[in-house]
């Protein structure tokens, strides 16, 4: 029996029509519903399917018993899939902190996306064709074809400029995928109609600036920040500097990359691109220096234009080569591949090298495996131990013989005990009288021999070689003497083939044996006296030899023994015995008057009062004018004495005589001896006479020494380097002057010319010469010059003559108070020639020296100053310190003098500076050439010539105050 619900019954379908649903609401006053019932009000409403009947009974049922209202879904259609837009799967792509830094300037200045479609149209074109005939031989035909082009057009897309995202990517890096937009799918209402799904006006995902897509990849183009919209993507740029480095196809050569990137970003330096390079096992010699990558930098920075492909490594040949030890005892095969784009090594190079080598003794299996392993490597180079020789076996060691005879154990113990006393002991430095080894450990000496010069005083023994051997060349090597022993040779001794060599006497102190060795010759002599008594008795002098070194010292009382034993027994002068041993030990040797008679005067003679130590038969030198002698009248005779202690009778007594070469000056009631002349004055015993020249055949140089003469000196040879001619009147040199000093009181004649080296000096009164170069001449009148004067510093208070015909002034510094006369001034190669004219410089140097002095009258008194505060400091509780009061009186006198002087000094200046003013009647009058890069001054007034001239006359206007020029 069917069930029947009493009420009201209704269909209701949402709006989507993919639902219906059946609404029941129960009242007596309603109709009776059944399943059949509600099936034909659902085929009223079109439903199709229609409700199922079993849902429809069960759902009644329950209507049948419902007080309230109640409802179902009796259909359901299907609703649409809507199409999907296009999507992008970003990577997870963070912002870096340094970049994050500008992130708003960057995107704040940034321009809005720019985003296109490109959208594609068929254009109609129709074109001429010719097709050809039917047949070979008929015509072609021509005929009218209809093609299609496709068309792109770039459309700009409009879209919301807001972004929703913001990542960042470095360059060419992965963003994400694409996944492609997804067609809607249609659904079915609950009539059974299809429903149709909604259309996207734009399923498009738009990519601008930045971003490029590879199928469905997308990279970045270039570093920044990535702006992700709805539909759109684009990319600011904002990049630091970037570099990266990469292996060449050879997988050696490191080739750079660089792109500049914002400026506001660190750039990288040469120097950390180089370091990371030879992480990367790069050879540091193979590298270019971090300066040239630095300048590469630079250049991509100042263009914006990144770099690629640049060479890390400097261009490297490819090498092979074989390389033998200094003792061919070991050679090795250096291979090195060619980089940075040269020359590839090649097998046959490395086989010529290796046999050029003419290397023996290598195992070539293993080599061939070790080249075919490196060339299939990635190394650089190799190097590959070829061949290895024996070397050659050291024989039985050397040892020091000694053949010098020792010293008894005594004698050497006085001796090393003197030494000691010396304080030699410990072998240092200090406190080491001339003569000793400085090294030597005296302390330690073990033996000690008496040796002479040239004397064989050890032998090192020569036992037989070692066992021999072989190079890798295969030539036998031959077997080494014994180590040599351990030999320190000190002063005085010097090794001769095998043999220990005494250089000079003395004693021999030697430490060690055998194996060790250690000597050095010491100073050694016992001091002596000889005395020596003169003819006449009337001189006793002393030959006086110095102790040297642990020998007999030299006493005063050793001298006077010598003389007693001598004969000596008067006349003996202490002090001069006490001056000859100081002299002794001062020059190791000396030759002195120790005793002296006395002769006899008669009644009415002259006696004699020397003022110099004037010695018969031996010249000395005075200057014109110097005292000689005094000469009183005797009043009553007097005996005499020799050294010898005989007594000399009165009338024994001689008179001095003399020539016209002494002048004879009254002096109270007596006679006083002068040298007329300047030169060398000569005694025989009773008479005196100068000598005024001195002559000297041959050159001035070792043989003769230096050249210091009161007289006038007359050389014929010349002065050679490094000595000194010094005379008190004219000097004369037949020959040239090389790097010498010759000092005239006169005249300095130098015949055949002056070569100073930048180093010889000629001073004189005038000097006459045939040339000068490089050299300093000084004269107080003229210098004449016959050729040329180059490169010389001159300074005279006369005139400089050149009078040859070719006479030449050419650089260095001339300064001629009446000025210069020549043939040619300065040279074509415009050689800078300095000339001042007119003015006493003679004065400019005293000025020189009194300014030096004012100097350091200034610094005395300053010092003064200072040393009076210091006395006058306050002390611990803040009073001034108590100072003596004579110390400060001395200083205040000390204080007056020196303000009297810089008064005093500073007033000569002054006066001196007035006088230097003074303007002297000059001139320089060149007849030849005057040539550019010659300067002259007078009075601060400068004068150059800048082109050449010829005949010339320079002169000071003082009226204008300025150096004139006119004709010669």
């Not at 009493?6 to 006053?29: M, Q, R, S, W």
């Not at 006083?672 to 000297?696: P, V």
């Not at 004012?854 to 310190?881: D, F, Y």
Request: hydrophobic residues 40%; proline residues 5%; aromatic residues 6%.
């Amino acid at each position: 029996m069917a069930i029947i619900a009493t009420g009201n019954a209704a269909i209701v379908i949402n709006e989507e029509e993919t639902e219906a649903k059946l609404v029941f609401t129960p009242g007596a006053e309603g109709l009776g519903w059944d399943v059949d019932a509600v099936i034909k009000l659902a085929r009223e409403q079109n439903l199709s399917p229609l409700p199922d009947p079993s849902v429809l009974e069960k759902f009644i049922q329950k209507a049948a018993r419902a007080k309230a209202p109640m409802e179902t879904v009796i259909a359901e259609g299907d609703a649409p899939e809507p199409a999907g837009a296009e999507r992008i799967n970003w990577e997870t792509l963070a912002i870096p902190g340094d970049i994050a830094d500008f992130r708003e300037e960057t995107l704040a200045k940034a321009r809005g996306p720019e985003l296109f479609r490109i959208r594609t149209e068929k254009v109609k074109r129709d074109t001429l064709v010719k097709k050809p005939g039917k047949f070979p031989f008929m015509p072609a035909r021509e005929e009218i074809v209809t093609l299609w082009d496709k068309k792109e057009i770039r459309e700009e897309v409009t879209v919301d400029p807001a972004y929703q995202d913001l990542r960042y990517a470095g360059r060419n890096r992965r963003l994400g995928s694409a996944v492609p937009p997804k067609p809607g799918k249609p659904g079915k209402n609950v009539f059974g109609r299809p429903i149709v799904p909604p259309i996207l006006e734009d399923p498009n995902f738009y990519l601008g600036r930045g971003i490029r897509r590879e199928k469905a990849e997308l990279r970045s183009e270039y570093p920044g920040f990535i702006r992700i919209g709805p539909n759109w993507a684009d990319i600011v740029p904002l990049a630091k500097p970037e570099w990266e480095i990469a292996a060449g196809s050879d997988g050696i050569t490191l080739f750079l990359q660089f792109f500049p990137g914002d400026p506001r970003f660190p750039i990288p330096k040469g120097e950390d691109i180089i370091g990371e390079a030879k992480n990367l096992g790069a050879d540091g010699e193979a590298l270019i220096g971090a300066g040239e990558i630095d300048r590469a930098i630079a250049d991509s920075i100042k263009k914006r234009r990144g770099f690629s492909g640049f060479s890390l490594f400097t261009v490297q040949e490819a090498m092979a080569r074989v390389d033998v030890s200094g003792d061919a005892l070991k050679a090795e095969l250096y291979l090195r591949k060619g980089v940075a784009g040269a020359r590839p090594l090649e097998m046959k190079a490395v086989s010529q090298a290796v046999r050029d080598s003419k290397v023996q003794g290598f195992n070539a299996e293993n080599l061939r495996t070790a080249i075919r392993a490196f060339m299939e490597g990635k190394t650089a180079a190799m190097v590959y131990t070829l061949a290895e020789g024996k070397a050659a076996v050291r024989g039985t060691d050397k040892e020091v013989q000694l053949i010098a005879r020792p010293l008894e154990e005594e004698r050497k113990t006085l001796l090393l005990n003197r030494l000691k006393e010396m304080k030699l002991g410990d072998g240092i430095s200090r406190g080491f009288p001339a003569g000793f080894p400085i090294g030597f450990p005296v302390n330690e000496a073990e033996q000690l021999c008496v040796v002479e010069r040239g004397m064989k005083l050890a032998q090192v023994t020569q036992p037989p070689k070692g066992e021999a051997g072989h190079d890798v060349y295969g030539r036998p090597i031959p077997g080494l003497p014994g180590n040599d022993p351990e030999l320190k040779l000190f002063r005085g001794l010097r090794l001769q083939d095998s043999a220990i060599i005494a250089d000079q006497s003395g004693l021999l102190l030697v430490k060690g044996s055998g194996k060790v060795f250690w000597g050095a010759v010491v100073d050694y002599r016992d001091a002596g006296v000889k005395a020596l008594i003169s003819e006449n008795a009337m001189e006793a002098s002393a030959e006086i030899l110095r102790g040297l070194g642990p020998g007999l010292p030299l006493t005063r009382e050793l001298v006077l023994r010598a003389l007693a034993e001598a004969g000596v027994v008067k006349g003996i002068d202490d002090e001069a015995v006490d001056t000859a041993c100081k002299l002794a030990d001062l020059k190791g040797r000396t030759t002195q008057v120790l005793a002296r008679g006395e002769p006899p005067l008669a009644a009415g003679g002259m006696a004699v009062k020397w003022l110099l130590p004037v010695k018969p038969g031996t010249g000395y030198p005075v200057s014109q004018g110097a005292a000689l002698a005094e000469l009183s009248e005797a009043k009553e005779s007097r005996e005499g004495f020799d050294v010898s202690g005989r007594v000399l009778s009165a009338e024994e007594g001689k008179a001095l005589s003399w020539d016209k070469s002494i002048l004879v000056k009254e002096s109270g009631g007596g006679k006083k001896l002068f040298a007329g002349l300047g030169g060398e004055l000569l005694f025989d015993g009773s008479s005196l006479s100068i000598n005024s020249l001195k002559g000297i055949k041959g050159d001035v140089g070792e043989a003769t020494g230096n050249i210091r003469f009161s007289g006038e000196v007359r050389i014929t040879g010349k002065v050679q380097r490094g000595f000194s001619v010094i005379g008190g009147r004219d000097v004369t040199v037949g020959g040239s002057a090389e790097a010498a000093l010759i000092s005239s009181g006169g005249r300095a004649l130098i015949l055949q010319g002056v070569n100073g080296g930048g180093k010889g000096i000629i001073r004189g009164r005038t000097i006459e010469t045939a040339f000068a170069e490089r050299a300093t001449l000084l004269a107080a009148e003229d210098v004449k010059v016959i050729k040329r004067c180059i490169s010389c510093n001159i300074k005279t208070n006369g005139r400089l003559l050149l009078t040859g015909e070719k006479g030449m002034l050419s650089g260095g510094s001339c300064k001629a108070r009446r000025g210069v006369q020549a043939a040619q001034l300065g040279a074509e190669e415009r050689i800078r020639t300095e000339i001042s004219f007119g003015q006493d410089y003679l004065i400019k140097d005293q000025i020189e020296a009194a300014e030096r002095d004012l100097e350091k009258a200034r610094a005395a008194l300053a010092e003064i100053e200072r040393t009076q505060a210091s006395l006058g400091s306050p002390g611990s509780n803040g009073n001034p310190l108590p100072a003596p009061e004579t110390k400060l009186a001395a200083l205040r006198t000390e204080k007056l003098r020196c303000l009297k002087l810089i008064e005093q000094i500073s007033l000569r200046i002054f006066t001196l500076r007035e006088k230097f003013e003074e303007h002297h009647d000059s001139e320089i009058r060149i007849n030849g050439a005057v040539y550019p890069g010659v300067v002259m001054e007078s009075h601060d007034r400068y004068y150059e010539i800048t082109e050449k001239r010829q005949g010339a006359v320079f002169y000071f206007n003082r009226e204008t105050g300025r150096i004139m020029e006119g004709n010669a």
